[in-house]
């Protein structure tokens, strides 16, 4: 059973950081890793994904530039590090685990999913 757990969600004000991360297990250092957010109202989007070594990202146009995902596979753990918040990034963010080595941009490269995280930005 693989099981994620995502943490550091809350409520901040527009243009602050907020990092976010997710304990990943043991049994996924092998497989790339993804966020994706549910705004209300909305569909489910992906936000950014990282490689199994973390030497391979790729991001949504939306948050390019500004939100940057890292890992740490001794600590099986990966992180969201969300800087320069806007109000259009809150949202329910969700890690995932990826079927493959390497990250993919649709939701169906993923298949394990935690409860998410609720990010509020005040504007």
């Known amino acids: 059973q693989v099981q994620l757990e995502e943490s550091g969600g809350g409520l901040v004000q527009a243009g602050d950081s907020l990092r976010l991360s997710c304990a990943a297990g043991?049994?996924?250092?092998?497989?790339?890793m993804g966020w994706f957010r549910r705004a209300p109202g909305k569909e489910r989007e992906f936000v950014g994904g990282?490689?199994?070594?973390?030497?391979?990202?790729i991001y949504a146009d939306s948050v390019k530039g500004r939100f940057t995902i890292s890992r740490d596979n001794a600590k099986n753990t990966v992180y969201l590090q969300m800087n320069s918040l806007k109000p259009e990034d809150t949202a329910v963010y969700y890690c995932?685990?990826?079927?493959?080595?390497?990250?993919?941009?649709?939701?169906?490269?993923?298949?394990?999913w935690g409860q998410g995280t609720q990010v509020t930005v005040s504007s």
């Open positions: 990282i490689s199994w070594r973390g030497d391979s990202t």
């Open positions: 043991r049994t996924s250092t092998n497989n790339a």
């Open positions: 995932a685990r990826g079927l493959s080595s390497y990250p993919s941009s649709s939701s169906s490269g993923y298949r394990y």
